[in-house]
């Protein structure tokens, strides 16, 4: 009997691109269900009744919450295709630790974006660059920072990849320029199929950006 397999999404959720990556690359085939957040399902809080947001992974009617479980979770389930985390402990302990760490920069730059007037956003792209810099020494150089292929820290940290666009714009810098090393290993991985079809370009991110800080009013 074929595994039953649903996401509880949301398109520009970066910790729901997560999910939709390692699904990808492990060759997962899932039902998606795009999430109103503002009008949630019966399903979403039968799911998640704690937290009742997304992502949601339901396979064969159990929920797993929270991307980096998530992700670890069909590391562990779908073990066929090369794993994400690495087999050493140490190896497998740091890269957790640096997906932390990309959980929290997320989090906190995204939300900057979305509330933030211009003069303190200054401020958040200063942190943010910060944070570039101690990624970009990870890395490397290596191809991912998994090493030759994508892993499990890559997976935490590809959404930003999307943000990319919005974040040179109202920080007034050029990634490319000042990190050159993450913007190659960013273009190394859009190249993979399973990367570039699950997560939204850079104009559609920026264009949902804007049009929340109108409606937020700091504009």
């Known amino acids: 009997m074929a595994d039953e397999v649903v996401l509880l999404d949301r398109w520009p959720s970066p910790y729901c691109m997560r999910v939709r990556i390692a699904l990808a690359l492990k ?12 009008n949630k399902s019966t399903l979403l809080l039968q799911m998640n009744p704690v937290h009742k947001k997304v992502p949601v992974l339901i396979h064969n009617g159990k929920p797993i919450c929270e ?32 997906a932390d760490f990309s959980d ?15 003069e303190e956003l200054e401020v958040a ?16 150089d290596k191809h991912y920072f998994g090493g030759e292929e994508l892993g499990f820290l890559d997976v935490a940290l590809l959404p930003i990849i999307t943000g990319f666009k919005t974040r040179e714009i109202y920080g007034k810098f ?3 320029d000042e990190f050159s090393k993450l913007f190659a290993w960013a273009n190394r991985c859009l190249q ?24 937020f009013g700091v504009e």
């Open 27 to 38: 060759g997962v085939i899932c039902e998606i269900k795009d999430e109103d957040l503002s």
């Open 67 to 98: 991307s980096l479980i998530i992700v670890e979770y069909i590391d562990q389930v779908w073990n066929e295709k090369p794993p994400l985390l690495p087999s050493d402990p140490y190896q497998r302990a740091h890269a957790k630790f640096w």
């Open 104 to 118: 929290k920069m997320v989090c906190l730059y995204s939300m900057s974006l979305l509330t933030s007037k211009r």
């Open 125 to 140: 792209t200063k942190e943010f660059k910060e944070n570039l810099k101690l990624l970009e020494e990870q890395l490397g």
């Open 174 to 176: 050029k990634i490319e």
């Open 192 to 215: 993979k199929e399973s990367v570039s079809k699950s997560i939204p370009d850079q104009e559609k991110m920026y264009g949902l950006i804007v049009e929340m800080r109108k409606k």
